[in-house]
DNA sequence: AAGATCATCTTGACGCCGTTCAGATCGGTG
DNA sequence: CACCGATCTGAACGGCGTCAAGATGATCTT
């Protein structure tokens, strides 16, 4: 009996079950939120026994590690393409920031695993920072190119480090109430995050720089 | 038998035992991390039963509230030491969020709760912005202080809320592996701090008066 | 083709969790 | 003193993460 081995016409072994898991996982982000998430819901939305999760991931939080990699590459596409499409460099970081927020805002549950993942590993998921054209790199990059070369490196990652400080908090407090008032006369909620990021991320050099010479 | 009603020396009715839960949770909170404060752990530890706490908070966020409540106390008077401390106003606001960043780092697991309580009601705690005196109103006296009475309204807002947003971001990133290099070349942690807080939560004109007019 | 091997999946169990409810206890009010 | 309402206990429920033992079937060997 080689079909219909359970009720459903699924095989006895899944095929893909890793895969699969994760991206229940996300379905139930996306639809349940954060407190939602369990291991057992993981594997009953994808139509495994509660165990079967342990044969691809060690425990809950490799499984959690997983779909935050695929949340950190999407954000990483989210970014380069806010970059590409901002030519001017003057307004490329905060562009870049807008795009990074406005991503926590489209799917807050996913950023939220994102960040308990490295809060509980202590770093930055890693090939975020290591690959060339990795978000960190290209931020830091916009940095490089704005600031020009007479700017010492320790500045540039000073920078960066400020300007994706300054992004995640601002991803996890934007929908705090006390911002609506103010996002009213800003022009929404975009006008609110342009605001706000554009007083961030800035070094000294490039501050005078953007301030001109008077 | 008013005494000994139990094992120990306790009375039936503790007395205090919503300030004892607290208590409890904070210690728990310092000693273990966050991811051992279970309910039961918290009545274990006050040496009451499961679902005693059940007649001093609605369910296990209010207790949690409580405790955040008092971690936003302390950090507020953390902040306000930092500032009375600072007379020169181009440096005060560094050095708040050097104390707030401190604080957080000294108290993570508590911070964690703090913020975490904040995240689930969308707003940051009440009383912080209320009343005069809070963390949040003297930030931004300290912005309007530094700026002068010529800056707008809205800009001594949007750099409180930047301010507030970096200082988040930083509590949570600073622990991160990838930074360590970094700050070894910096004279350490607080050097660390420093540098990156002083890219941070200036507006347009406080940076142009920063900067100087040449 | 047949059998052995091994990864995969299920079943059932364990202890812990948050929460509820009926009943025990006790301080304060009439 | 008798009562009442607040406080606390004990037992229970379902859900959780995790593990061990056994069932299943794809693959490799011969």
Redesign the pocket.
Same mark, same amino acid.
């Given at each position: 009996? $080689?079909e219909a %081995?359970?009720v459903e016409n699924? !095989? &006895?072994?899944?095929? =893909?079950? $890793?895969r699969a898991l994760v991206d229940a996982a996300r379905r139930i982000l996306e639809n349940e939120g954060p407190s %939602? *998430?369990? *291991? $057992? %819901? +993981? #594997? $009953?939305e994808a139509? +495994?026994? !509660? #165990? #079967? !999760? &342990?044969?691809?991931?060690? =425990?809950?939080?490799e *499984?959690l590690e997983a779909v935050a990699f695929v949340g950190w590459d999407a954000l990483g596409e989210a970014m380069t393409a806010a970059k590409e499409r901002t030519p001017d460099l003057g307004a490329r970081m905060t562009e870049i920031g807008v795009a990074y927020v406005q991503f926590s805002q489209a799917h807050p549950a996913l950023y939220r695993v994102m960040y308990d993942c490295s809060r509980d590993k202590d770093e930055l998921p890693e090939g975020l920072q290591d690959k060339e054209d990795s978000a960190y790199c290209q931020v830091r990059e916009t940095f490089r190119a704005f600031a020009g070369p007479e700017v010492a490196d320790v500045d540039i990652e000073l920078a960066t480090i400020a300007a994706w400080c300054a992004a995640h908090g601002l991803a996890e407090m934007n929908s705090f109430k006390q911002f609506d008032p103010l996002k009213q006369g800003l022009g929404g909620e975009e006008g609110f995050l342009r605001a706000v990021l554009s007083h961030l991320g800035m070094f000294p050099a490039a501050r005078a720089k953007a301030n001109g010479p008077g």
């Open positions: 009996m $080689r %081995a359970t699924r !095989p &006895y072994h899944h095929g =893909d079950l $890793r %939602a *998430l369990s *291991l $057992r %819901a +993981v #594997a $009953r139509g +495994v026994s !509660p #165990a #079967a !999760p &342990y044969h691809h991931f060690k =425990d809950k939080g *499984l």
